[in-house]
């Protein structure tokens, strides 16, 4: 990733531009819908990504971010008229604060003893936001829905704007994402991931950057929570805070790759349309057929892509360039019985 | 010549429930020495390593590194302040390159990913790893591995080195091709605290050795003067060995 392949870069313009065209020619609501969702899940995993996948901190307790991130710009608009957009950082910082709370405590929580704490975190929260008068408890909260311009973060007459703030929201997410993982900090997380031990005696302060991993993490999935609120111009702690949630942006970004910047991305590309399309098709039969064909989709790319669909899709572009990049070990292989 | 203490251990003590895995250990080390911590399985070497470094905190006693008191300080300011080490088992991030490894620990005092990778190629060439540098920290046999992690420890410019058993489980090709590094690396002025079993590494290598046993250290010397040493051979280094010697 140090050296960004032309290749992958006109690749990837022209993705951008195949995803900004897409919305003027395929205007049909329930495909545009179905992309916010894309983006949306794939920045949420791209979030997730930074914390898990180079970090190795594999939280399940995202939604509880996410859910920070609605509730405080979704509380600060209904109650004291605070524009979206503030409400959007103020969220994000929020979720930031929250995540250091926690996560200090949690410093020496290494693989699924940390996995159990945030899951057990991202219960509590929601169980003091349905029960918390002030911001509507169980019976959420509703935005208002005057004045619809881009300056209140509210369209009423098209998805359109939707979309289009949702993908920038996404590239954001991905931009943080290069930028840490090719930075200083990229690299301590990937030795922190490794073992702590290893880490601190390249005197890296695991403390401290395993705190930023979840700060900058937790910024982004609020900034996602934020959207969605403003979107859906309703929430409630069952549907911004609950853990089958933080399940799916795991298992998006595991299976997409995580650990790869483009990775959890595919995953969200994969796995969201899967789901929404059987859903559509066949779920309003109720014998959850849609279910069958999304649970065995998973366990297919989980059972010949354990590290992800990324891998395969980087193997067939890197083929070319690279045959062998280990020789020794091509030729070790071949001289084996 | 005067040269300054570089480490000062004094009166350190470790234990693990009932056992004493280190009692009253003292010694010091001088600038540009080596010294090496031997003495048989169970004897409190990686203990007193770990103790040092900060992987674990003594119960009681005291470091002291050129003056300043590191007694309990955490590992990452330990290596800040430049003492570096390697792990009994080898400790390499598995998921990066060779060079990427080296680039982590050269991150420390080169913030920016240019000059580390910088620094890294440099300590590469200088430990013969540089053909490997593309290589995964999964993919090179575990005498490169040896020789990566003290790569790593390098990359971080420490004044003291401490490795705990770079040497074992080598052939006599590898472990004449470390000693070469570590000589090499003595050169360049730095001070060398190693934990060894291999006593042909030892006593080709040593100006000093501190014997162990028992978490207690029980004699202190020149090379020769540890092997000569008849209570040390049949204790530590076994009938076989004193009998071999003389």
């Known amino acids: 990733m140090r050296n960004l392949p032309i290749g992958q870069l006109i690749v990837g313009v022209v993705v951008l531009l195949l995803l900004i065209a897409f919305p003027l020619f395929i205007s049909q609501p329930v495909h545009v819908h179905t992309m916010i969702l894309v983006f949306m899940f794939g920045m949420l995993a791209t979030a997730w990504n930074i914390i898990g996948g180079y970090a190795g901190m594999y939280s399940f307790g995202q939604v509880a971010f996410f859910g920070i991130g609605a509730y405080t710009s979704s509380y600060l608009l209904v109650s004291h008229g605070v524009n979206p957009w503030l409400g959007l950082i103020l969220g994000g910082c929020a979720a930031a604060l929250v995540a250091a709370a926690i996560g200090y405590p949690c410093s020496n929580l290494r693989g699924h003893y940390f996995s159990i704490a945030t899951i057990a975190f991202a219960e509590i929260v929601r169980i003091v936001f349905n029960n918390w008068k002030a911001v509507g408890a169980a019976e959420g909260l509703t935005l208002p829905m005057d004045n619809p311009s881009f300056s209140h973060f509210l369209f009423n007459s098209s998805k359109l704007p939707y979309y289009y703030i949702m993908l920038g929201f996404l590239i954001l997410a991905l931009v943080v994402c290069y930028f840490v993982a090719n930075s200083k900090m990229g690299y301590y997380f990937r030795a922190i991931k490794e073992s702590h031990r290893v880490a601190e005696v390249m005197g890296v302060n695991v403390v401290l950057y395993r705190l930023i991993a979840v700060m900058i993490s937790a910024f982004l999935s609020a900034m996602a929570g934020t959207f969605y609120a403003q979107y859906v111009l309703y929430i409630d702690p069952d549907s911004v805070m609950l853990l089958p949630f933080s399940v799916q942006i795991v298992l998006i970004s595991m299976l997409g790759g995580a650990g790869s910047l483009m990775g959890p991305v595919l995953g969200a590309a994969i796995l969201i349309p899967a789901s929404e399309y059987t859903r559509i098709a066949l779920g309003a039969k109720g014998t959850g057929v849609d279910m069958l064909i999304y649970g065995f989709l998973i366990m297919m790319i989980s059972m010949y892509y354990p590290e992800g669909v990324w891998k395969l899709v980087s193997r067939i572009g890197r083929k070319k360039t690279k045959t062998s990049v280990h020789p020794e070990k091509a030729a070790a292989v071949t001289a084996q019985p | ?246």
């Open chain 2, 1 to 246: 010549m005067n040269k300054a203490t570089c480490l000062k251990v004094d009166g350190l003590s470790k234990h693990f429930g009932g056992l004493a895995a280190n009692s009253d250990v003292s010694f010091s080390v001088e600038e540009g020495e080596i010294v090496s911590i031997i003495g048989p399985n169970g004897a409190g070497k990686s203990t007193l390593f770990n103790c040092v470094t900060g992987v674990y905190k003594p119960d009681r006693g005291s470091v002291a590194f050129f003056g300043r008191d590191i007694t309990r300080m955490r590992p990452d300011k330990v290596c800040k302040i430049g003492i570096a080490r390697t792990f009994q088992i080898v400790e390499v991030v598995s998921e990066m390159t060779v060079l990427e490894n080296v680039t982590t620990g050269a991150l420390l005092h080169h913030s920016r990913i240019k000059t580390a990778i910088e620094k890294a190629d440099e300590i590469l060439h200088f430990a013969g790893l540089y053909e490997k540098r593309d290589f995964l920290g999964t993919e090179i046999t575990i005498a490169d591995k040896k020789r990566l992690e003290v790569s790593m420890a390098l990359a971080t410019q420490p004044r003291l080195l401490m490795l705990d058993e770079a040497m074992a489980g080598l052939t006599k090709v590898e472990l004449r091709e470390i000693l070469e590094l570590l000589r090499k690396i003595r050169s360049e002025g730095m001070t060398l605290v190693i934990v060894e079993h291999v006593m042909e590494a030892v006593m080709q290598i040593s100006d000093r050795v501190v014997v162990l046993n028992s978490g207690k250290k029980i004699m202190e010397g020149k090379p020769k003067e540890v092997v000569s040493d008849r209570e040390v051979i049949q204790a530590y280094l076994g009938e076989k060995y004193s009998a071999h010697i003389s």
